[in-house]
């Protein structure tokens, strides 16, 4: 099991930020850094908010014992004095992260292990020259990592299997859910799964098939219902009066017929602006800010209907 040292959040933008949550709620002390100081000077100012939405939401009990274990720092180096583990959630651009790690190999003690917060480039592209590169993994999150509790831990070919084990029990102790790939993939699950979805969805918006709004509702009041607490594998088994097979041997056919040969190429920049003009109607810019707070309280109230209803991972 890992120690109580504190754990270094390095980059705090949008994940970052909710990774500072996820491990002060769990009792550990947070340092977080970051290079600008704008996203410096938001972190505690949005952590007060969001934890005053997880207390409201009966998520959380101590708010501002929470928020006291999160401290700011100015520098690299003195985010980590005395740290056991560090999640690095900075651009996701290969330079980015290489850069960032070579600096972590040369700071940080022995046995800290570094967890990237990477959506999709595995470590064996950024932490090959690192010394310590068998302490590099990918701990992918969901954003908002302290209100959606998956993470994909995804070892490049020269991660000791011992730093795997230990940032699994890590998470496990945190109130994450740990998901293990045997090796690296771009895109890794969560996100090839995603991106069947979006090439899918794209392809029927730009075919005139639906509009943007009814494609959303789909999702939003048909299958994320059932996605919120099981997967698609569950989800078929219990379809077809006798189970999976039962379900593939009725509509395997169906799913045969609806491959795209070929399939949806990349996203055409003329359909992706005008979903963009019909979502900034909607939502102008300058409210994405607020509409992203309307989405994390509905989170936690869904988290917190999980939680007390027994349906949590
Ligand atoms: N936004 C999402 O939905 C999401 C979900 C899962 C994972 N991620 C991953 O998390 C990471 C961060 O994404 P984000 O959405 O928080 O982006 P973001 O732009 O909000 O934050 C990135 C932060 O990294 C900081 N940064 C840049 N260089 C740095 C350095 N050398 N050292 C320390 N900090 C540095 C920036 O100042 C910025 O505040 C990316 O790898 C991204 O793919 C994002």
């Known amino acids: 099991m890992p120690g109580r040292a504190p754990i270094a959040i390095v980059g705090a933008g949008l994940v970052g930020s909710g990774w500072a949550l996820v491990f002060a709620r769990a009792g550990y002390a947070v340092r977080a850094y970051d290079p600008s ?16 939405e997880l207390e409201q939401a009966g998520l959380i009990e101590t708010p501002d014992a929470i928020l006291s274990r999160i401290t700011v ?25 290489s850069a960032v790690s070579r600096e972590l190999d040369a700071l940080i003690g022995p ?9 999709g480039i595995p470590a064996s592209r950024f932490t090959e020259n690192c010394a310590h590169r068998e302490r590099f993994l990918i701990v992918h ?5 302290h209100l959606v509790p998956v993470v994909e831990l995804v070892p490049a070919p020269w991660t000791d299997p011992a730093a795997v084990e230990s940032v699994s029990a890590r998470m496990l102790e945190v109130g994450q859910v740990p998901v293990r790939l045997t090796r690296e993939i771009d895109g890794f699950v969560l996100n090839r799964l995603q991106g069947v979805l979006l090439n899918e969805a794209w392809a029927l918006y ?17 299958l994320g219902l059932r996605w919120s607490f099981m997967g698609p594998f569950e ?14 041997a009725r509509l395997r056919g169906l799913y045969a017929g609806m491959v795209r040969m070929p399939p949806p190429g990349p996203w ?3 359909v992706i602006a005008r979903a963009a003009d019909e979502r900034r109607a909607e939502l102008p810019v300058e409210n994405l800010a607020n509409r992203r707070a309307w989405r994390d ?10 939680k007390f209803q027994g349906l949590g991972g």
Do not use: C
């Not at 999150?141 to 990592?145: A, G, L, M, Q, S």
């Not at 730009?206 to 048909?222: M, N, V, Y």
């Open 73 to 97: 720092h100015d520098t690299l180096a003195e985010a980590l004095i005395g740290v056991s583990y560090v999640q690095e959630s900075v651009f996701e651009t290969i330079e980015a992260k």
């Open 206 to 222: 730009e075919e005139g098939i639906a509009s943007l709004a009814d494609i959303d509702a789909t999702i939003a009041h048909g």
């Open 37 to 52: 100081p704008d996203v410096r000077m938001r972190i505690l100012p949005w952590a007060q908010v969001s934890l005053a």
């Open 235 to 248: 989800t078929i088994d219990l379809n077809a009066p006798g189970g999976i097979e039962d379900y593939a």
């Open 141 to 145: 999150p969901v954003n908002p990592p």
């Open 268 to 270: 055409p920049d003329a």
């Open 111 to 119: 046995e800290v292990i570094v967890g990237s917060s990477s959506s």
């Open 297 to 306: 309280a509905r989170l936690a109230r869904l988290a917190a209907f999980k």
